[in-house]
């Protein structure tokens, strides 16, 4: 077992708000974000709605030009105009890819995929980000057909290039799993500067994470030897029925109150909000989440 105490210097989480993200849309045709309870408007709270795919409704590969695939009656420009309206820490981020995509879809040159993707996500007046208003963009490939040098270069020049014609303060997060962190680490190493957040699924671990001390134990680890500095790294948490035998909730929940008492905690994201309509019944989860990190609150 892991030393609890990072050996290297990282970035003390306080003094900057905590973050609450939280994935919706990808499935459910009903849920909005009305539906989830802000409790807090100490918390930086991130929507990120998913997913925007560079493939057609007939599962043909588009190349980089990626189309929402959200409902747009639920997440349109006026949506997400409203909740930020109604709660001023809400940033609105996008997400590409897809829990079921696989990146590339098919194999174009590195600068063909990446210009089309570009134009499409943020590089005109009718691209995605423009169209719909959002606050930044999240990078969530859980399936990569490339090699590792193929997938960070590309992926780390349209991170840079987001930056560069979105600005600073326009949000870019990225998602990596337990089975693709060595893809995702060298994008992280490379591209760190250009890269917000990291919202890291310890949700799909192989095995089991069984106790308090295996989780703090796993997410210092990430801290210590990945370099995913706790001022970046959220712990990832599931509301998914199919997840609930690899970290329970009871661990994970007293495991992110002790690294917040330790410092160590930036924030938290649930994946996502359409579990918790369809699986869970209720957005419980989604409150006490927020409620650890609510500074004001008695956790």
């Known amino acids: 077992m892991a030393d609890l105490t990072p050996s290297v210097p990282i970035q003390p989480a306080t003094g900057k708000p905590f973050v609450f993200a939280i994935y919706i849309g990808e499935k459910s045709r009903t849920i909005k974000f009305s539906d989830i309870p802000i409790i807090s408007d100490e918390i930086d709270f991130q929507f990120i709605v ?18 929402p695939y959200w409902d747009k009656g639920h997440f349109s420009r006026p949506n997400i ?3 930020r309206a109604k709660h001023h820490r809400v940033k609105v981020l996008f997400s590409i890819g897809a829990s079921d995509a696989t990146f590339p879809f098919s194999p174009v040159s590195e600068e063909t995929w990446g210009g089309n993707a570009l134009k499409s996500l943020v ?51 990225i998602s990596p799993s337990p089975e693709l962190d060595q893809y995702y680490l060298p994008l992280y190493q490379n591209y760190k500067q250009h890269i917000d957040f990291v919202n890291y699924q310890f949700y799909a671990e192989s095995d089991p994470i069984k106790s308090v001390k295996d989780f703090k134990s796993i997410y210092i680890n990430k801290i210590d030897v990945n370099n995913y500095y706790d001022a970046k790294l959220l712990a990832g948490f599931s509301t998914a029925t199919s997840d609930s035998g690899t970290l329970k909730k009871e661990v994970f929940f007293q495991a992110s109150r002790d690294l917040k008492s330790d410092n160590l905690l930036a924030g938290i994201f649930i994946w996502s909000a359409d579990n918790s309509e369809s699986d869970q019944k209720n957005f419980n989860n989604e409150e006490e989440a927020q409620d650890i990190l609510d500074s004001s609150s008695k956790n």
Not at 50 to 67: K, P, V
Not at 135 to 140: E, K, L, V, Y
Not at 158 to 172: E, N, P, T, Y
């Open 123 to 173: 590089g005109q007046d009718d691209s995605i980000s423009e169209t719909f208003g959002f606050d930044g963009i999240d990078i969530h490939y859980n399936g990569i057909a490339t090699t590792i040098d193929v997938f960070v270069n590309t992926v780390g020049h349209l991170i840079r290039s987001i930056k560069a014609i979105k600005g600073s303060d326009f949000i870019v997060s």
């Open 81 to 83: 105009e409203d909740i």
């Open 50 to 67: 998913a997913f925007a795919r560079d493939f057609d409704i007939h599962d043909q590969r588009t190349n980089g030009l990626f189309q």
